[in-house]
């Protein structure tokens, strides 16, 4: 079974439009990430939360908004979509923040912005 | 601030050939990282291979092997005899040895093993 679930796998948006990204895990994890990859680039750090508290935030833009509303859920909320926007977002968990904790991550969901 | 390069794809080995993706990093912020190197099979996440936090030692999984060194900053993955079960996208990557929260990732190398 699958251990992080996020949902959608694909997404199709019109620029300016609103969607919401669903992560689930089910690790008993305590710090869950957001990552973006966009075409030809590498995996950037967005968000940590631990016990679900923002703990650092490396995205410039305030239209990326992490929502958790339980302990294992990490929802990310992106309003006024761009173009440049499309990428796949990747969630992802750790037992803890800080320390050697491994994290885990979930399959992707590849959102296209027109 | 912090990067990774390593060999860009894609990468074609044909089976039982031996393979070495190269990995450089740059940690600005970070004196000792930790490194890592993940792997992503077709239609799965990302997953760690493996990860060594000090200078000098290797690491290895699956028949995967990496030294950390320091004076060169790499961290090259090496395989002496591939399989075809080895396709997949390889993502080096380093984080803070004071705790991972943030992990900085090479842009990926896709490796297609040719039966």
């Known amino acids: 079974d699958p251990k992080i679930i996020q949902k959608p796998k694909y997404l199709v948006a019109v620029t300016g439009s609103e969607k919401i990204l669903i992560c689930e895990q089910y690790?008993?994890?305590?710090?869950m990430y957001w990552y973006r990859q966009s075409a030809k680039k590498p995996l950037e750090f967005m968000f940590s939360?631990?016990?679900?508290?923002?703990?650092d935030n490396q995205t410039a833009s305030s239209r990326f908004q992490p929502q958790s509303s339980k302990k294992n859920h990490l929802d990310l909320q992106i309003t006024a979509l761009k173009p440049d926007d499309s990428a796949t977002y990747f969630c992802?968990?750790?037992?803890?923040?800080?320390?050697?904790?491994?994290?885990?991550f979930g399959p992707g969901t590849r959102l296209t912005v027109l | 601030g912090d990067s990774v390069t390593q060999t860009e794809g894609p990468v074609t080995v044909s089976e039982s050939e031996s393979l070495i993706i190269n990995c450089t990093y740059s940690a600005t912020s970070i004196a000792y990282p930790n490194l890592f190197w993940y792997v992503r099979y077709p239609g799965e996440g990302l997953q760690l291979l493996l990860k060594?936090?000090?200078?000098?030692q290797k690491g290895s999984s699956r028949g995967f092997e990496a030294t950390y060194n320091k004076e060169t900053t790499s961290f090259h993955l090496q395989k002496a005899s591939v399989q075809e079960s080895d396709s997949a996208v390889y993502y080096c990557a380093l984080a803070s040895n004071y705790g991972n929260e943030k992990i900085t990732f090479g842009a990926g190398t896709k490796l297609t093993i040719k039966p």
């Open positions: 060594v936090i000090t200078a000098g």
């Open positions: 690790l008993g994890h305590n710090a």
């Open positions: 939360y631990s016990y679900q508290k923002l703990m």
């Open positions: 992802a968990s750790s037992q803890d923040l800080g320390g050697p904790y491994e994290q885990y």
